[in-house]
């Protein structure tokens, strides 16, 4: 992790400022935090100190089961939240939570602002509506699993999850976090890659069709 200082901490501060989404002044505390890929924001079962507000990049969030699997279960985006459970609740079971790009976040001190924040009517309407969001994206990923086959939702995966158009993430955790065999994954990605959308190399998959991988994502969304 690296901790932006002066120059480039108050750059950040003003151009992607987060003042509006408080009623009490959040800046003179708040640290701006970067974070490489694969890196852990927050170790599973570990409390965070910070509520982060995610400014640039992408997270994945996984949880053990107590057969000792673990499971991708969410991302975090660019102005979601990350630790707004931990806040909310005295005991809670924090989630694991891991950089998938670079990622940089405003963080702020759970321990300097928990009672503001708490009583913070406008930071808890902007809260309840970005758990709403989030509540309705899982949903859809449920519904999605049923109506889609995997070549859509796959190709929407692929975007949300790789990194200057590479795509490196686990085929066992995708096996998981989709619903499908080891198999029928494999059998998918190859389709991809003898069409074009997709080289491998290595380990790795090269995006080389975009757009192809957007038009079969988005008829998710447009449906």
Sequence with gaps: MNIYKSEKKRWYLENHSIAHLFSFPVEEFIEVH????????????????????????????????????????????????????????????????????????????????????????KFLRELTKILSVKATAMAAKYSQSLAFPLENRLADFIL???????????????????????????????QFCDKGYLRKEGRNYLIKQQHALDELAEAMKNK
Aim: aromatic share 12%; charged share 25%; proline share 1%.
């Design 34 to 121: 970067e974070y490489d890929r694969d890196e852990w924001m927050i170790r599973e079962g570990m409390r965070t100190d910070f509520l982060f507000y995610v400014i640039e990049g992408k997270a994945k969030i996984y949880v053990t089961h107590q057969n000792g699997k673990v499971s991708l279960i969410n991302f975090a985006n660019a102005h979601d939240y990350i630790g707004e459970m931990e806040l909310l609740h005295d005991v809670y079971y924090t989630k694991g939570v891991q950089a998938s790009t670079k990622t940089v976040c405003f963080a702020l001190p759970v321990s300097r602002y928990r009672t503001q924040l708490l009583e913070d009517a």
């Design 160 to 190: 949300q999850t790789a990194d200057k158009g590479v795509y490196r993430e686990k085929h066992v955790s995708v096996c998981d976090y989709l619903g499908v065999s080891y198999r029928h994954l494999l059998h998918v990605l190859t």
